[in-house]
């Protein structure tokens, strides 16, 4: 496949100013990945080896993967 088998694109522009830097900056496309916490969690308690480990909150913590081990 080549940009030439490519189906014509129209793009739509929403401007939205960020609230979380003093220039109220984004990224071109940016959005969330809402799935990457859960992720990370089920990783880390699959290497943990502990049976029905799981974490009820996020970020994972080293507090809370020691927790998980008592």
């Known amino acids: 496949m080549t ?3 490519i189906f014509p694109r129209h793009d739509h522009w929403i401007v939205d100013r960020a609230t979380t830097n ?3 900056l984004r990224g ?6 809402p799935g990457l916490g859960g ?3 089920n990783a880390v308690c699959d290497a943990l ?4 480990a799981s974490f009820t ?3 994972v ?3 809370r ?4 081990l008592r």
């Open 65 to 68: 993967v020691f927790a998980l």
């Open 49 to 52: 080896g502990v049976r029905d």
């Open 3 to 5: 940009a030439h088998d």
């Open 22 to 24: 003093p220039l109220g």
């Open 39 to 41: 992720a990370i969690a």
């Open 61 to 63: 913590t080293g507090e």
């Open 28 to 33: 071109l496309g940016e959005c969330g990945n």
């Open 57 to 59: 909150e996020l970020p």
